[in-house]
């Protein structure tokens, strides 16, 4: 699944560690998802939109509409 996760983070100037560290996940898995090779739980992503103030359709796209 693509995703805007590492424009996300960077227009905040966060680095991987941080968003982890506020999703309480490692930042192995922050690397992974923004990489597209691991697609967050349901739970994850909400906490990912939480974090972000916006829609969970807003950052992660499905593949055949990417």
């Not at 424009?7 to 996940?25: G, I």
Request: no cysteine.
């Amino acid at each position: 699944m693509k995703n805007k996760l590492k424009v996300l983070r960077a227009e905040r100037n966060w680095s991987q560690a941080d968003l982890a560290e506020q999703l309480n996940v490692s930042r192995q898995t922050v690397n992974a998802i923004e990489t597209e090779k691991y697609d967050p739980s349901l739970p994850l992503a909400f906490k990912i939109a939480a974090v972000f103030a916006q829609k969970i359709e807003d950052i992660f796209i499905p593949e055949e509409d990417a």
